[in-house]
T-cell receptor
Framework: NAGVTQTPKFRVLKTGQSMTLLCAQD?????MYWYRQDPGMGLRLIHY???????AKGEVPDGYNVSRLKKQNFLLGLESAAPSQTSVYFC????????????FGDGTRLSIL | DQQVKQNSPSLSVQEGRISILNCDYT??????FLWYKKYPAEGPTFLIS?????DKNEDGRFTVFLNKSAKHLSLHIVPSQPGDSAVYFC???????????FGKGTLLTVNP
């Protein structure tokens, strides 16, 4: 999906390792979100940001941290990965000025062994 | 507690016929509803939406109906095409932060 780029696309971690997922957008949208999708669970909101320097918890924030130091980037961190965090992670942005729906990246598939 | 429910995990229809995907919600604060389509290994793509002040919205082959009293919405695809085969997510939003609550999705298969 043009405009929202997620890095990396795939990653395998061992339990206890840490890593950071990067979401970069070039659309100048204020709001950014991190979701996780698990089989049979739909998408669930982890954390979100309503602007540079702000973050807030979503539905399933435990075990994750986020930062929004620059408007175009939203980082999702796993300090000590657990097998329960094996999932597909999606980043999304929302342009509140145009009121267009949330725009998603193509996801990061993360496996924790 | 699921606030957005899609009770049919899958649906199979013949090409050219109508596909009807259903969604129920429980939170009365939701005022904006969306349908997203998702292909494997891609992110969800916005399809169509409806505000709570309307009961119907059309966009080409896609129509969304909202019944607020029943807290129910449905997506109609007419005529269905094989390229419509995908997972369809119903989502709802309420409040100023535009957070979306998703259903579990329905896998639509359109057979040629």
């Amino acid at each position: 999906n043009a405009g929202v780029t997620q890095t990396p696309k795939f990653r395998v971690l061992k339990t206890g390792q840490s890593m950071t997922l990067l979401c970069a957008q070039d659309m100048n949208h204020e709001y950014m979100y991190w979701y996780r999708q698990d089989p049979g669970m739909g998408l669930r909101l982890i954390h979100y940001s309503v602007g540079e320097g702000t973050t807030a918890k979503g539905e399933v924030p435990d075990g994750y941290n986020v930062s929004r130091l620059k408007k175009q980037n939203f980082l999702l961190g796993l300090e000590s990965a657990a097998p329960s965090q094996t999932s597909v992670y999606f980043c999304a942005t929302w342009d509140t000025y145009s009121n267009q729906p949330q725009h998603f990246g193509d996801g990061t598939r993360l496996s924790i062994l | 507690d699921q606030q957005v429910k899609q009770n049919s995990p899958s649906l199979s229809v013949q090409e050219g016929r109508i596909s009807i995907l259903n969604c129920d919600y429980t939170n009365s604060m939701f005022d904006y509803f969306l349908w997203y389509k998702k292909y494997p290994a891609e992110g969800p793509t916005f399809l169509i939406s409806i505000s709570s002040i309307k009961d119907k919205n059309e966009d080409g082959r896609f129509t969304v109906f909202l019944n607020k009293s029943a807290k129910h919405l449905s997506l109609h695809i007419v005529p269905s095409q094989p390229g419509d085969s995908a997972v369809y997510f119903c989502a709802a939003s309420g409040g100023s932060n535009y957070k979306l609550t998703f259903g579990k999705g329905t896998l639509l298969t359109v057979n040629p």
